[in-house]
């Protein structure tokens, strides 16, 4: 399909400030990729526009019955030149997945990269360049058709934003400090809690305001059976690192699988860690916070690659990860990983994808 470009005549009007002040998804770039679906017709009208306000009915499906999957990634300026992506075919593939659960429709994977790599590259002059900074990418699909029956949508729209980014949180990578919820849940098996679906984040947001009242930058949220064990920490993936053993949450049906998840998996396998993916409840955690057996906790995810966590609020109770600061593993993670992202270490896995 061919991607029709009108270019925005208004480039270099919009504001940006400095790198330093960017911080995360307030500066969009000058233009979008927008597509369509009808169904018995299929994808059409592929385009890159000026950005602008999508239009939508009252009645469009997504307000209503929440027919909505997104993803994210990054692009990057390269050391020695250049523009990389990082895994895009695992987001590709990861929405397709989201779709199916959502009974949406799936957009072709090499129509997607062109997407990207053509919106990017029009935009490219707001690709920061300094360290730590990032080209945010929102790829989302949403249900358009006007209808108020409870069922799926006949009529999609497919579109591609973008942002200048700097640090996801205002700590930059520095430790944490998050809340343990055992009150509330974030997902439970059967339902849509492995899929990157708008759905599974409203729900949160009491919480996590709650959270910030503690002086908590996240909530871990426990299982929904038990609330015993522990799942995800907001919108990242969580890891343990406990008595040499590199742990965390099985993929059961109630966590994203996460691509930076998958990233630290691959890279502590490969350095001779012993990694496990099994369940570890919130008294193990805590009993290693008191004895000293954790020796770091991260999280994992796009927006902040590596997290490190130096504290942990339960049932009132402050409890210390390690000694409070960045561990030594959280931050050979974050140097390496960052590292591949940049063009300036070596990619064994074949991770980088370079666009330009």
Avoid at 13 to 34: A, C, I, M, N, V
Avoid at 233 to 251: C, D
């Amino acid at each position: 399909m061919e991607i029709k470009v009108t270019k925005s005549t208004t480039i270099g009007q919009k504001p940006r400030p400095k790198d330093s002040e960017l911080g995360f998804g307030k500066y969009t770039t000058d233009h979008l990729f927008l597509m369509n679906y009808q169904e018995g017709k299929g994808w059409y009208d592929a385009r890159i526009e000026p950005y602008h306000d999508l239009s939508l009915d009252p009645t469009a499906l997504v307000l209503h019955y929440n027919q909505e999957v997104f993803e994210g990634l990054k692009a990057y300026h390269l050391a020695g030149g250049g523009i990389g992506l990082f895994r895009p075919e695992k987001n590709i593939e990861r929405m397709k997945i989201s779709a199916r659960r959502m009974v949406m429709p799936e957009v072709d994977t090499d129509l997607f990269l062109r997407a990207l790599k053509e919106l990017i590259l029009l935009d490219r002059a707001w690709i920061p360049t300094s360290e730590g900074t990032s080209l945010y990418i929102r790829p989302t699909m949403i249900a358009t058709e006007p209808a108020l029956g409870v069922r799926p949508s006949e009529q999609y729209l497919f579109f591609i934003v973008q942002c200048a980014v700097g640090s996801y949180y205002p700590e930059g990578f520095g430790p944490t400090r998050i809340f343990v919820s055992d009150e509330y849940i974030r997902a439970a098996k059967g339902g849509a809690g492995c899929f990157k679906t708008s759905c599974n984040y409203g729900p949160t947001l009491m919480v996590s305001k709650e959270a910030a009242k503690r002086g908590c930058a996240q909530v871990l949220w426990l299982d929904a059976q038990e609330r015993r064990y522990a799942e995800e920490v907001g919108t990242s993936n969580i890891f343990f690192y406990l008595n040499g053993e590199l742990i965390t949450p099985p993929l059961e049906g109630t966590i994203l699988a996460g691509i930076t998840r998958d990233s630290v998996l691959h890279l502590a396998g490969h350095w001779g860690i012993k990694v496990s993916e099994r369940q570890i409840s919130i008294d193990e955690i805590i009993d290693g916070c008191k004895t000293g057996a954790l020796k770091e906790m991260f999280a994992t995810g796009t927006a902040a690659v590596i997290s490190p966590v130096g504290e942990i609020c339960y049932k009132g109770e402050d409890y210390s990860v390690g000694n409070g600061s960045t561990g030594k593993l959280s931050e050979r993670l974050y140097e390496e990983i960052m590292g591949v992202q940049y063009g300036r270490k070596e990619d064994p896995f074949g991770w980088l994808v370079r666009i330009a």
